[in-house]
């Protein structure tokens, strides 16, 4: 099931649009929700900007399937949204 919190928290850091906005407000930087997720969310960008590709066998969109199946079957807990977020900024980092 997804963590519907996480899931869209990788979407805002990812693309940019952190702090974001939720239904109970807006989530700040000083914000204990911030402040829980930021370490997670750092990593989970890290771990895509560093999902392995074969660069020999693969071109540049058939890495960044591989690495959008791989990241969506490591993170079952992230809907498909925020995996698209993570597969894009694999994309954006590898270009």
Request: charged share 35%; aromatic share 8%.
């Amino acid at each position: 099931m997804a963590d519907r919190e996480l899931s869209r928290a990788v979407e805002a850091y990812l693309l940019r649009l952190w702090p974001y906005e939720r239904r109970e407000g807006v989530i700040t930087p000083g914000d204990d929700t911030a402040r829980r997720l930021l370490p997670r969310l750092k990593e989970l960008a890290d771990e895509a900007f560093h999902w392995p590709a074969d660069w020999q066998q693969n071109d540049e969109a058939s890495a960044s399937r591989t690495g959008d199946d791989g990241i969506a079957a490591a993170h079952p807990q992230l809907d498909r949204d925020a995996v698209r977020a993570l597969r894009a900024h694999f994309d954006f980092c590898h270009k």
